[in-house]
């Protein structure tokens, strides 16, 4: 069947699609039951099923591919490569699995993962599935609060952090930054478990704490752990991700559904068959990372290459020579990746025999239109921009190159991939939008295998986050869109107040609370505006309490630190500026689409419930004057 005929069947009869698709998978015990509507906007996949990821993903390919390589572990910040086979990967997972079991680790368990883009990472998530505990992974950028929160919300039993990671030939210390979290926290685990590189020599360990993970390794290195196995539905993994709160929404993924739609994708999308490679430059604390980096090469039997540095570091070429190193296939990275090599010379594009290599999939924000035309004329090579969320764990909008390739159209991630059934629809009635009209993009429920859940211990906030902006029951994604008359799908941006900074989601009021935590700081708004490299950036607006008499830029630098100290340097603004008083409303809201609006250079759009008109003339003199610290943006 073509693209049409499999997609109509996949939301028209899902239970006989999804029934043969989950051949595609080991199951100790098959499913009872395919599908499970019962409790909307809830639904269960492959119910009665027991299976287990680590199972699928390694042990599975022991006999036909042990010694394939299953992941290239390429580091240009410490100069060293790990090819790890099947089979070795098999005894790193046990040995790491006997390690957790060790430290009291076992089925429902919370761990957090807080390690750079390593092996490591990967033998301690698969070690997690295979012993059925519930992995957390928080991005290694993330500062010590960012994770204390993260902490309080899983409660975990175990840690597992590296000394540091390194940027750029900057080493970074972790361990610093999770002792702070812990001594922050109020679930701190009993146990730390500490990969060490060797980079933070002055690393300080915590008696009765913290364990060395390579003395505990050397013990457990010939060690088999059975494999845990796991009703479909049970959870795999938390992801934290940011929402229009100051609370992380941790994503609760299942173990079946998600194993299921990620070994689909791999063909049908990603176009890989086993034993061919895969490059995904996202870093494994996100989404992509812990699908295309992980879980989805190794469930397609796949040899996946995990890359720990800069896309210019030893030279922009890096990316291209792995390509043509490992004769990788099919490339995976963002648009702000390739707007960084963009920059360098056109030349690195033909330095490499890319002749292996048959697409590039880019996703995390809206591909522009000269980034598209810049990789793809000078690689020859189809790019396919497509279009997903940490909710939905793989791609909900892309072409299918494995499967029946439509035409590209620039700047459109294309069409439905199979079980989203989706709509573009008035914000305000709910009505279908006609081709050509601006909507909300929404997915009717059932949601297909691979996406959440449920946000963890929270079912309400999953039911009036997601499926509670409509009358009708519908996923909201919270992105604007917009559909052709041909059918194709293109992304304008968010509806809320989270931003898209380098295909990373931050919530402004995250970023509100910790410039708030100043004591010189009255009152704060933070939009997201444009910016030529990153997508998006936080834009700070903030007004001094009465008597405070510091330097403007002083405490503009002070802003900027705060925010970093609390939630890590992906969050840093790229502008502040301190204002006399913020545009409100009669009832005392604040205008944040008049201020995003104010920087752009655009329409402030109504502006009639306006509580002092001159709180606006003071925001367009500070723009014109420039920000008191960070760079103009707009």
């Known amino acids: 069947m073509g693209y049409e005929e499999s997609w109509r069947q996949s939301v028209d009869d899902p239970e006989a699609f999804w029934g043969e698709q989950a051949r595609l998978i080991d199951w100790q015990t098959p499913p009872q039951k395919i599908l499970d509507q019962s409790n909307p906007p809830f639904r269960r996949w492959f119910v009665g099923g ?10 599975r390919h022991l006999a036909a591919r042990g010694d394939q390589l299953a992941i290239i572990a390429v580091s240009t910040e410490t100069n060293t490569t790990r090819e790890i086979s099947y089979a070795e990967l098999h005894r790193e997972v046990n040995a790491f699995a006997a390690v957790l079991v060790e430290l009291g680790v076992a089925k429902g368990d919370r761990v957090v993962i807080y390690l750079p883009n390593i092996a490591e990472a990967v033998f301690a998530m698969l070690a997690c599935a295979r012993v059925g505990a519930i992995h957390s992974v928080v991005f290694g950028g993330f500062a010590a609060h960012n994770l204390a929160l993260r902490i309080d919300d899983a409660e975990p039993k175990l840690l597992i952090c590296a000394d540091a990671g390194m940027r750029g030939g900057k080493v970074i210390p972790y361990k610093p930054l999770v ?31 913290d364990v060395d993970y390579a003395t505990r390794r050397a013990v457990h290195r010939d060690t088999v752990v059975p494999v845990t196995w796991l009703e479909s539905n049970e959870p ?33 999308i990603f ?10 430059t996202s870093d494994v604390g996100w989404a992509v990372g812990h699908s295309y980096n992980v879980y989805g090469p190794l469930l397609g ?5 995990l890359y720990e540095g800069m896309p210019t570091n030893p030279d922009p070429g890096i990316w291209w020579k792995l390509c043509e190193q490992y004769g990788v296939r099919t490339m995976f990275s963002s648009p702000t990746g390739i707007r960084i090599l963009k920059k360098q010379d056109d030349a690195w594009l033909k330095r490499y025999d890319l002749s292996a290599l048959k697409w590039i999939f880019l996703a995390g924000e809206p591909l522009d239109q000269p980034t598209y035309d810049w990789l793809s004329g000078g690689t020859g090579k189809t790019v396919i921009d497509n279009y997903w969320q940490t909710e939905t764990g793989w791609p909900a909008l892309s072409l299918m190159p494995g ?14 991939t199979f079980g989203y059934r989706m709509r573009v629809i008035d914000d305000a009635t709910g009505e279908d939008k006609p081709a050509g009209e601006k909507g909300v993009l929404v997915i009717e429920p059932p949601l297909p295998p691979g996406c959440l859940t449920t946000i963890w211990r929270d079912d309400e906030r999953y039911t009036r986050s997601y499926f509670g902006h409509f009358k009708e029951l519908l996923y909201s994604s919270l992105d604007w869109a917009v559909r052709d008359a041909d059918g194709y799908t293109f992304i304008l941006g968010r509806t809320d107040d989270v931003i898209n900074v380098a295909g990373h989601r931050l919530g402004t ?14 009152e704060v708004a933070v939009v997201g505006v444009a910016d030529d490299l990153k997508g998006q950036l936080p834009a700070v607006f903030a007004t001094l309490k009465q008597g405070v ?5 002083d405490v503009a630098k002070a802003m900027e630190r705060r925010v970093v100290e609390l939630l890590g340097a992906l969050a840093r603004p790229g502008c502040i500026y301190v204002v006399g008083a913020l545009p409100k409303t009669r009832s005392g809201k604040l205008l944040r689409r008049s201020l995003q609006a104010l920087l752009q250079g655009t329409d402030p759009g109504d502006l009639s419930t306006l509580d002092d008109p001159n709180a606006l003339e003071e925001i367009r003199k500070a723009i014109v004057r420039g920000p008191d610290c960070g760079h103009r943006l707009g």
């Not at 990821?53 to 390694?58: D, G, M, R, S």
């Not at 890989?272 to 995904?280: D, E, N, R, W």
């Not at 039997?301 to 290459?305: D, L, P, R, V």
């Not at 029946?404 to 439905?416: A, E, H, I, N, Q």
């Open 301 to 305: 039997g796949c040899t996946a290459i």
């Open 509 to 522: 009021r995250e970023i509100e609370e910790s410039v708030a935590t100043l004591g010189a700081v009255a």
């Open 549 to 553: 008499t510091d330097n403007h830029d």
């Open 403 to 416: 499967l029946d390739l439509k035409p590209v159209k620039p700047g459109s991630p294309g069409f439905p």
């Open 271 to 280: 176009d890989l068959q086993p034993g061919q490679a895969i490059l995904c």
């Open 50 to 59: 027991m299976t287990n990821l680590c199972h699928n993903a390694v042990d």
């Open 179 to 209: 002792d702070a979290a812990l001594r922050e926290a109020a679930a701190p685990p009993p146990h730390v478990l500490v990969v060490n590189r060797g980079l933070d020599k002055g690393m300080a360990f915590v008696e009765g704490r």
């Open 236 to 268: 795999s993994y938390l992801l934290y991700t940011s929402g229009t709160t100051g609370k992380p929404k941790g994503v609760q993924r299942d173990v079946g559904g998600y194993a299921v739609a990620l070994a689909l994708s791999m063909t049908t």
